[in-house]
């Protein structure tokens, strides 16, 4: 029985210091497991509880390491932030990452959400869905159609030319990373995919189908033909030893249900997401470890089964 949707896991970001080595044996191990994409949260920096300030690896530096080192799941940022890069430049990025990874980059693109990393670095946080919405022309157009002139409001670009161009004809697929009504009216013209984060639907299948209903209305008045765009979804899972989440998830988040983390209920679940239309979902495990990825394993066993 072929599989009724796609599976990804996220890699750890700050629920706990992860070096590379480590980093990248979970990557292999989802790729063995047989998961079919991994994701990397684009973010800089987290204030947590305790007074502990913690960040990841940069994004792109890190996805053009685990494209190196698998052959064969797709991977992409979870998502990039239009707001942390010049666009044409971010283009260039992910064209980087679809070549080194011989086309399997999924190119998810936000407006971000967490002020604190933005003054951090130094990035603006005003205006960001305005801002977003004149990236995403510069970096959708350069991706698929490798050049761009354009004058706006935030972005000046004289004949840019994006080459090397990616790996596939029309660059990766684009997905965007929020369900806001102005993100939707910019973006579901253009993307291949949507996707939401866990605690933004409930984390269950009737929440999520209740939201890809309204996603789909969005999209037939933008001129799309039903499930033309695919949906995704984040799910959050918690195993043995997880002691919940606390990277900036709303006071609702805690009281959302996580997915039990034993194989046959988080197969159960998948099972249930497919039923709601989900063509995608993205396991945000807790914890994050070698040994729950392979728990996934035994979940995408009984799936396919």
């Given amino acids: 029985m072929s599989r009724p949707l796609r599976v990804g896991v996220q890699l750890p970001e700050v629920e706990r210091r992860v070096e590379w080595p480590e980093l990248l044996t979970m990557a292999r191990t989802a790729e063995d497991v047989g998961l079919d994409s991994l994701w990397l949260g684009d973010h800089l920096l987290y204030d947590l509880p305790g ?123 684009l997905m965007l990373g929020s369900t806001g009504p102005r993100m939707l009216r910019i973006a579901l013209p253009h993307v291949d995919l949507w996707n939401t984060w866990w605690s933004d639907y409930g984390n269950s299948p009737a929440g999520f189908a209740g939201l890809r209903e309204r996603v789909e209305d969005a999209a037939a008045e933008a001129g799309r033909a039903p499930g033309e765009v695919g949906a995704t979804a984040a799910v959050y899972v918690q195993l043995e030893g997880g002691a919940g989440r606390v990277m900036g998830e709303s006071a609702y988040a805690a009281s959302v249900t996580p997915v039990p983390g034993d194989a046959a209920a988080v197969a159960e679940h998948l099972h249930a997401m497919a039923g709601a239309g989900a063509v995608h979902v993205q396991l945000v495990l807790d914890p994050i470890t070698t040994d729950t990825i392979k728990t996934v394993g035994q979940a995408l066993a009984r799936l396919d089964a």
Wanted: charged share 20%.
């Fill in 51 to 173: 007074g502990v300030t913690r960040g990841p690896w940069e994004v792109w530096t890190s996805l053009a390491a685990v494209a190196a080192v698998t052959s064969r799941v797709e991977l992409g940022p979870f998502v990039a932030s239009t707001a942390f890069h010049a666009p044409a430049m971010l283009a260039k990025m992910a064209a980087t990452v679809d070549g080194i990874s011989g086309g399997r980059l999924l190119l998810g693109l936000g407006a971000g959400w967490n002020e604190r990393e933005y003054s951090a670095f130094g990035f603006p946080f005003d205006q960001r869905i305005s801002r977003f919405e004149e990236a995403f022309t510069v970096i959708r157009t350069l991706l698929r159609e490798g050049r761009i002139d354009h004058h706006g409001r935030f972005h000046d670009l004289t004949d840019c030319v994006l080459d090397p161009s990616p790996t596939r004809p029309g660059g990766p697929p």
